[in-house]
Each structure stands twice: as C-alpha cells, then as structure tokens.
C-alpha cells in the first residue's frame, strides 16, 4: 500500500500502545495509524510492498450480518443513494485470495469487541473523525487472534455525500497524501517506519463511498483494490 513517508508517530498515540500493548516505554506512533489497540513488538521492520504476503485462494470467514434479528440497527449503507454499494457485512469486501493473505490473523477477532479495544480510525484527525461520526459507516479490522501483537489493519466504509466526499479529498491533499485517480474513483496514500516498522494509511473515494484503511506492520499488497473490485465488480 506504499505511499510517501511521514513523520513518526505523535506521543499522545503512543500511550495509547503501552496501555493495550505490551506495557513498556512509550512507542513512537503514528497520529494516523493503528496505534489505539495494536501495540507494536517482535516485528521485523519492512516498509515496502514486496515485503507483504501475496494473495492465495482459501474460504472467507463469517460474520454477523447487522440489521437482522430482534431490535437490530439498520444495515450498513441503508440511507445511501440508490445505485450505491451496500456491503452487508465485512466479509463482503474482501476476496478469498485477500482472506488468505492474512495467514494467521482474523477478520474482527473477538477481542476487539473488548471495551476500547477497536479501532477508531482518524480519531486524532478532526476532519476524518467528524466526517466519519456524520456519516452511516461498516467498521472492518483484521488482527491476530490471542490479542494485540504489534500488527494490524483497519478500514472504515463511509458512505458520504458530495460535500463530505469533498471535503475529504480536500483534507487529504492538504495534509501532503499522495492522491491520483485509479479504478474510477481517487486514491490518497500515505506511509512511514521507524524501529518499530512502517504504518500508514490508504484511502479510496468513488460515488458516494470513502473507504479509510489505516495499518501497522501489516497489510498483503493490493488490500485497498481488493475492496474496490469488490464493491464494484463491474468495474
């Protein structure tokens, strides 16, 4: 998911690691990345594409489908516009050669369902958090299954309007992401490492849709396309 180097992570993130992750001295961590749940350590650090694991094919897993059942929410994207992807769950945006080029680790283990354990992806960012709290969303994170083990990827589906569109767009080039227009939609990436590894953030906008992917020390190459042909297969 390469994209161009920023600045290490601010202190006001890396306490954030040492509280749910391996209780030492403070990380230096990313004000964008993964940083609220997934403490970093025992990663050998490599920040480029090659170094990530390339799909293969295996079986999806399950998870629950939200707005079925007795007193369930609406279903993710239900107040978008006609026409719009509207994934059902988080299974429905990945591939089986993408679930398979995670290895060992889990689409929404079970410990992220822990109090403040998941993700919030832009949280130190007004601009991304204010849209995103707007805004109807599908959280989707992939982590190892015993816990918090120093990699991690998670990506918000926020269904938004032309406004919100663009006022992310805005933002992100604003705050020196590289951007350029890919698979009918713009793509805005940004990436840096330090001792501990890389992290970095991908994003995607298209009709209506923002897809936000932040990721530490993990990530199997082409995880953002994979979404994107996903949500539209027509292409």
């Known amino acids: ?57 295996t079986v999806a897993p399950t998870t629950p489908v939200p707005g079925t059942g007795a007193g369930a929410t609406p279903a993710p994207g239900s107040s978008a516009a006609p026409g719009t992807p509207q994934p059902a769950s988080c299974d429905d ?45 599908l959280l989707c994170q992939w982590g190892m299954p015993e816990g918090p083990s120093g990699a991690g990827v998670s990506t918000v589906v926020v269904w938004v309007d032309a406004e919100d569109s663009a006022t992310i767009q805005a933002h992100l080039a604003d705050r020196g992401d590289s951007c350029s227009e890919q698979q009918g939609g713009l793509r805005c990436t940004t990436e840096g490492s330090n001792d501990e590894g890389y992290f970095g953030e991908s994003h995607f906008l298209r009709d209506g849709i923002w897809v936000a992917t932040e990721y530490s020390n993990a990530g199997p190459e082409g995880y953002t396309l994979d979404i994107v042909n996903n949500l539209w297969p027509e292409g």
Not at 6 to 35: D, N
Not at 93 to 118: H, I, K, Q, T
């Open 93 to 137: 945006l990945y591939s089986a050669e993408m679930v398979a080029a995670f290895g060992r680790m889990e689409l929404n283990p079970a410990w992220l369902d822990e109090l403040d354990n998941d993700m919030k992806i832009g949280e130190d960012d007004p601009v991304q958090q204010g849209v995103i709290d707007a805004n109807d969303s």
């Open 1 to 57: 998911m390469g994209a161009a180097p920023t600045p290490a992570p601010p202190p006001a993130k890396r306490r954030l690691w040492v509280i749910i992750g391996v209780l030492a001295a403070v990380l230096a961590v990313s004000a964008i990345l993964v940083g609220v749940f997934w403490p970093r350590g025992g990663v050998n650090p490599v920040a480029t594409e090659a170094a990530r694991p390339t799909p293969s094919a």
